[in-house]
Each structure stands twice: as C-alpha cells, then as structure tokens.
C-alpha cells in the first residue's frame, strides 16, 4: 500500500486525471485549469450535486472503493435522468481521512470511471483535500435536455396516472443484511474467534442495489423513443413515500396509489419475512432505490403500461381527496402516505 | 440557539432556501427539484468546485460561520474570474457536526447570500447533511463568458509581461497572527486565567485579508474595459511561487519576476518583520491571497501598467532559462522558483 503522503496532493490529482480523453463534444477544457469550460448553444443545462459523508452515507467496512465511486456517480446521473436529461460532466471533490491510501483512490476512481464510461460522462474538475476524519465525496453533475423540455415535480396534473421503474425495497433490504452480517463479523472478532466471511447466495441482488444501483437512462430512453414525455418526475432516493409526497406538494394534486401494484423483487420480500419487517414498509420507505417516479396523462395509459420494466402503480387525483395508499385485496383498507410511514386514514366519501 | 434536529433536514433546508428570488435571467429553476435548469445559449460555460474541510481549511474557533459563508463563495467566484468569466450560480452542499445549531447555518447562509447578492450570484441547489465529525463545505460555481473568450493557463508567451492584482502575503500574516493569539487564548484559559479577547488593532487589513477575502471582479471589468484580454490568467490560492510554475508549465515558458515589484501591505511587512520572516517568502508561499495573476503582450505594458491596483512583476522568458526571482538592488542574487520555496539560481550566461 501506498501512502498518499508519497505522491503530494498535486502528484495525487496528477495520478487519478491524467491521460483520460474527454469524449462530450460539450466539454471545451476538462481538468487542469481554475474551470472547466462547457458549451450548451443548443439545449438547457441541467445541474445536481450530491455530498456522502463517511458513517452517514456509506459505511467503509463493507463499502469497496470502486463501488463507492461507482455510487458516487451513478446517484447523481439519476437526478439528471429525472429532469429527463442526459449527464454530460461531473467534477469530483473528494476530502480523505489519514488511513487512506493511493490504492484506495485508485479504486475509488475506477469505480467513477466505469459509471462515467457507460453513461458517456467526463470528468472535468474537482478538488482533492485531507479530512482530520471520516472521509466526504461531493460531486456535482451536469447534463443538457432540449430547451424547454425539462421535467419538473410541478407538472403532475389530477387525472394524470403514477408509474415506476424496476422494483422498490431491495437496496433497503441490502442495508439491513449488510448491517446484520457486519455486526455478527464484529462480534466474533471481538470473541477472538476467526470470523467468516458472510455468505450472501440468494441475496446477490440486495447487495448488488445496496452497492452498486443503476441510473436508470434506460427508462428516460425508452419514453422518449415512445414520444411519451412526463408531466412531472423525480428519481426515488428516499423512499417512495416521500417522493410521492414531493410530487404531490409541488403539483397540488392528491394521488392513490395500489399497495398490490408495487413492484416487489422476491429476494426482497424473503429477506422481508425474514426480518420480520413489513415488504410495504420497506418499499414506501426504505430508500436509496434509484428508479424513477413519474407522471404521464391518462391517454397514455395503455402505452406507458406496455413498456418494459415501467409498472403503473395508482393515479393522481384532486389535492383535497389526500395521498392513499390502498391495500390488498377486497374492501382493502386505505392509508394517508406521511413522508415516513402512513396512517390510517378517513375513508372518503368517494372511494367506498 | 436551536437544536437543528427541531427542523429536520427538509425544515433546515426551506428555511434556508425559501424566499429568496433568483436574478440571473439564465436560472431557469432554481432550488427545490433534482436539478436546477440554466440556459446559456450565446456564451461558453465555466464550472468550478471547491471543498473546505474543518480543521484543514478553517478553524471555527476564529472563523465566524458568517465569514466562513462569504469566503467560501469568493473562493470559488476568484476561480471564475480567473478564467475570465462572470459567476453567475453556485450550488451549496454542507456536512454539519452535532455542535452546528440552527443559528450557525443561519450566520453561515447570511455570508454566502451577502457575497452572492454583491456578485449578483443565485444560489440554485444544493445538500444538506450531517457530519459524524467535522464540518464540510462544498461549493460548485457556475459562470459564462463569451464563447472562445476563456482565458486559460495555457496561453502565455515568452515575451509577455507577468502582471498581479493588490497585494500578497496578507492573509497568510493573518492566519499566522490568528494562530498565535488563539494559542495564547487557550494557554490563559487552560491555566484558569480570564482569556483576554486579542486586540487587532493596527492589523485589521491581515486578518480581514484572511477571514474576508474579495474576489477581483473589478480587475477583469477593469480589463475588458481597457480591451486588453490576458493571454493566460490564473487566481492565486496556493501563492505566487506555485501559480507562477503552473503558468509557465502549462504555457512551456519561463519567467523572470523581480522581489522589488512584488506588491506587499505595510501591514504585511510590518508583521512580517515582528514575526522574524521574509516577507517575500511570504509573499511569494503565503497563500489565500485571491488575487489575480495573468499575462499580456508586451504592447500592452503601458495600458495595463496604468490600470488601477495592477502590478508589472516582471516577465515571461524562454522555457530553457528557468523561472527565476531576482533579489533587490543592484548586483541582486537570483533564486530558482519552486512550489514551496525557491533555491540559488545558477547565473544564466545572459542575465549577468
């Protein structure tokens, strides 16, 4: 292992930018000078910034670098796939503890670079720094979409019907597996007994959504090669819950959505059971999904339904009638969405 | 004061972001969706970032969280004026310890907003976190500048003259004389003695210099008034020493710059002397000066000689004569410039 204190900050940056071509047409000058330099002529800019912190975000003991990196990125190009643009550069700032060694960046970078290869992203700027502490990744993205064609959570009108991408609750699922075998490896260490290794088979796709989610372009894609645009979308980072709620707030609309209709993996709801944890709890709340939430009118239902992976899961209706959640089944019960968990609620005069 | 989690994230975040206008008529969206939207159809894009970590860039024992807030938009609105762009929006991520209260963030907004409105600046986005440990600021700034008009590092001449804005070595009197009355400070409270409240009459330039720094706008509306556009420029953060290598490494020069022209505040050297140091190392090392340096034609001597607060230091020269200080009076030694220092130069046959 390499200390960084070897190479300086300089040397450090040198190692982990050089040599890397930018490949966006939109990208004048990368890394190297006070700014970068971009070109837009021709459509808006789209702008996200996200900060991890050690210990808040991201727990180093079962965190690969290249993963974290790779998260790092992939966290922000789903914010701009959200306002259905497209991600075009990223800068980096990246503050690290004393443990930290050059092996570690390296890693860290590797795992950005592959995100920033399949989503046709440059690196352009960043900043590197010492932390007395934990370490702290801070990246900021920047993308375009065609003038005027961005897609905001204010757009969402009351008849307009709710979809989502992929399935909800695995990357929660992951946490809690990913906590629960850490503190057993803990336990045994500190008993001095030679800890094995946790064994994930049959939970590869918690930890793979817990560690290294995709943003979902595909999706985005697949929209607009249908000509279907979003009246409003946001992407799901803290649980379906709370960006409901977001939609809901901005638009001033209510919505309904169908607890049957969530997309639910089956090695989320094992692990669910398991845990003795409600699978809906965790959908609704759980986090750190990265699929997209997104409004299209009516007309479109048949269309938005056929395509693949979208699952429409309810309606929006008028902002007096509130945000429910109906539940399984006949005569199923109905539950005000809170932005953590939900009660229940009045049933409306409306909806028997 | 008030304990932040009495807010909340979303509540700390609205009452930090809400009822505040954006003015850039290119802040299409600003705070409160996935990404802000900026529209720049007619000019090139910069883009900068800038991490300050607690305990490595700032110290909140004499950083008042108001000062911390302005310094660390007029870092990242210097970079953009190095490049000879406007700054026009900044997103803002911040990690907060336990110890931050509500009333901390709001000191620290009420700098950023100040140095903002007086550099007609929106605030568009942003994250807002906590910290298991220290407080981390992470800034990206946002500018324009008419396409093709960037003003890089890259671009200086083996005849161009070296011009710097103000005066150096400042901040770094004032960091040093903040160090030593904070450890006296501590000394007399450890030893169960009223601290007495460090009088800085007579300095008030250095530790103004250190905790308020102003980014030049003034310079690069001052040139592009006078039609002189720099053939490279960069922003001293790290102190002349290095940016001057950076210049001339990226532009394959060298430079020859006189200590006599170096422009320094009598309250500089005045603390200087009381300290024992050189001030040309300080000024020279020193730091966190935020002024600009840059290049132009030798045709343009006189024109920007004349201009307000800038300064000739001297010279750009072939790449093979090395980057050389030349000491005072006559007969003057001549040192090497390095990053950190500078060493005996050999005498180049031609500069006797």
């Known amino acids: 292992m390499t200390e960084i204190s070897e ?6 940056i040198r190692r982990l930018t050089e040599g890397h071509e930018t490949v966006q047409s939109s990208t004048r000058l990368g890394v190297g000078d006070d700014c970068a330099v971009l070109s837009y002529p021709d459509s808006d800019i789209v702008v996200t910034t996200d900060m991890l912190m050690e210990g808040i975000h991201f727990d180093l003991q079962y965190t690969p670098m290249k ?7 992939m966290v922000n190009f789903s914010d701009i796939y959200a306002m259905n643009g497209r991600p075009r550069q990223l800068t980096v700032s990246i503050a690290i503890g004393r443990r930290a060694t050059v092996e570690m960046m390296d890693d860290f970078y590797a795992g950005l670079r592959l995100a920033c290869s399949r989503h046709g992203v440059d690196i352009v700027g960043g900043d590197t720094t010492s932390s007395l502490t934990g370490m702290a990744v801070s990246l900021t993205c920047i993308g375009n979409v065609a003038t005027g064609e961005a897609v905001r959570r204010d757009g969402a009108k009351e008849t307009d019907i709710i979809c ?5 609750g695995a990357a929660y699922m992951g946490l809690r597996l990913m906590e629960r ?9 500190e008993e001095g007994m030679e800890a094995a290794q946790p064994d994930f088979a049959g939970r590869e796709y918690l930890v793979e959504r817990l560690l290294k989610p995709e943003a979902r372009r595909d999706i985005v894609e697949r929209l607009a090669e249908a000509g279907i645009r979003p009246t409003s979308m946001i992407d799901i980072s803290d649980g379906l819950s709370s960006e409901l709620l977001h939609l809901c707030t901005q638009s001033h609309t209510g919505c309904r959505i169908y607890e049957e209709r969530i997309p639910i993996d089956y090695q989320t709801a094992a692990a669910a059971e398991e845990f003795n944890l409600n699978v809906t709890t965790c959908a609704m709340n759980g986090g750190e999904d990265y699929e997209l939430l997104f409004t299209v009118p009516l007309s479109e239902h048949d269309r938005v339904a056929a395509l693949d992976d979208v699952h429409v899961v309810g309606h929006m209706q008028r902002e007096a009638l509130g945000c429910v959640l109906v539940g399984r089944g006949d005569g199923a019960e109905e539950f005000e969405i809170k932005a953590q968990g939900w009660n229940h609620a009045e049933k409306s005069g409306t909806e028997a």
């Open 67 to 73: 993963h974290l990196g790779y998260k790092s990125a």
């Open 181 to 189: 075998e850490k503190e057993i490896f803990n336990r045994q260490r």
């Open 164 to 168: 989502v991408s992929g399935d909800l």
């Open 7 to 12: 190479l300086g900050e300089f040397g450090l």
